[in-house]
């Protein structure tokens, strides 16, 4: 069979670490470009300064992975899409619901598959928690995702721009696994955004989430003031007595104190092995609980001002 022809669009921090290894471990994929305006890229692979001129140069692509920021996503996709590309989409897929929503449609319409990703749902933790807590009610529950700004994103500024999502770019990641392992519909009941005085988007928040499967308010922290270390665990507690505890970003699982070994390939191989699948059935997969959840954090949360930040 013929090997699906990618190339990755946004040549940054995640396309080197995680992108490009995964497609060179997938015997069904061939990456055969990439795009940056810096002219970054990977070694030995055709670079293009932008989406355009690569869509103007490169005859015979598949498929497209898009690693920009996610405020530049929507118009890449839309021009990849029209011209026949099946798109896989970084996480968050985008700044609005609608626009996804709109490149849903495109996508359906021209039978290709669209994929917005969540890294952090790709985990065999995540999915083993999923299936103990189906069918559960939920008595407590708590996330907690703090992690250092300046360590996991040093120099980047879009992270502080409008649609930039400031801490609920990591935030969302924890967003993602509890719509994935929550047995029922989540909601935002309360939001406070602390944002610093010389910034467009969020260095912190408190939110508490809701759902008539839950007996309390479930409440949440993304903090990136935090100097030492990271935390990202979910704490669950069933009616019926299960401690569930999903740490390390939903890498590890514990399970009434004890750890649960879960085997995967890891999750970027697991995202590429769905989106060769997505693409074989001509599906699309477009999960927008995440990004509603993060929406409707910014449309009712409180607004705090703290003590501005600087690189
Ligand atoms: P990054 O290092 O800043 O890379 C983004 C790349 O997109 C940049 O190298 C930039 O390349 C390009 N770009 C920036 N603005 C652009 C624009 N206006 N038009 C076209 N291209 C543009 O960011 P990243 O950390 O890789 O994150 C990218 C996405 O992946 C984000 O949505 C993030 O949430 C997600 N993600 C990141 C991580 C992580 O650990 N970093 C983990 C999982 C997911 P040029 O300036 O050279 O064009």
């Not at 995967?264 to 092995?273: F, N, V």
């Not at 699948?277 to 990004?291: A, N």
């Amino acid at each position: 069979m013929r090997p699906l022809r990618i190339a990755i669009i946004g040549f940054g921090k995640i396309a080197g670490d995680q992108h490009v290894p995964s497609i060179a471990g997938h015997e069904r994929l061939e990456l055969v470009a990439t795009t940056s305006r810096q002219g970054k890229g990977a070694q030995g692979i055709p670079g293009f300064a932008d989406h355009r001129e690569l869509l103007r140069e490169v005859s015979d692509l598949d498929a497209v992975a898009i690693c920009t920021p996610p405020s530049v996503r929507y118009d890449i996709a839309r021009d990849c899409l029209e011209a026949g590309l099946h798109c896989l989409l970084e996480k968050p897929p985008g700044v609005t619901l609608g626009e996804i929503e709109e490149l849903a449609c495109i996508a359906e319409g021209r039978q290709l598959t669209l994929f917005t990703t969540w890294h952090a749902q790709a985990n065999p933790a995540v999915d083993a928690a999923a299936e103990l807590l189906a069918g559960q009610r939920i008595a407590c529950m708590e996330i907690n995702w703090r992690e250092d700004v300046r360590k996991w994103h040093p120099g980047q500024q879009w992270i502080w721009e409008p649609g930039g999502f400031g801490v609920f770019d990591p935030g969302i990641n924890a967003l993602s696994i509890a719509a994935k392992i929550f047995p029922g519909p989540l909601f935002v009941r309360e939001a406070e955004l602390l944002f610093p005085a010389n910034r467009q988007t969020p260095i912190a928040a408190n939110m508490r989430l809701a759902s008539p499967s839950a007996n309390g308010d479930i409440p949440v922290v993304f903090d990136w003031r935090h100097s030492a270390g990271e935390a990202w665990t979910i704490e669950i507690e069933t009616e019926a007595g299960m401690r569930l505890k999903l740490l390390d970003g939903g890498g590890r699982l514990e399970v009434d104190g004890q750890p649960r070994a879960t085997e995967g390939l890891g999750e970027y191989a697991t995202l590429y092995r769905d989106f060769v699948d997505l693409i074989d059935e001509r599906r699309s997969l477009v999960d927008l609980r995440p990004l509603r959840l993060c929406a409707d954090a910014f449309l009712l949360g409180r607004r705090t001002i703290v003590e501005p930040f600087e690189d």
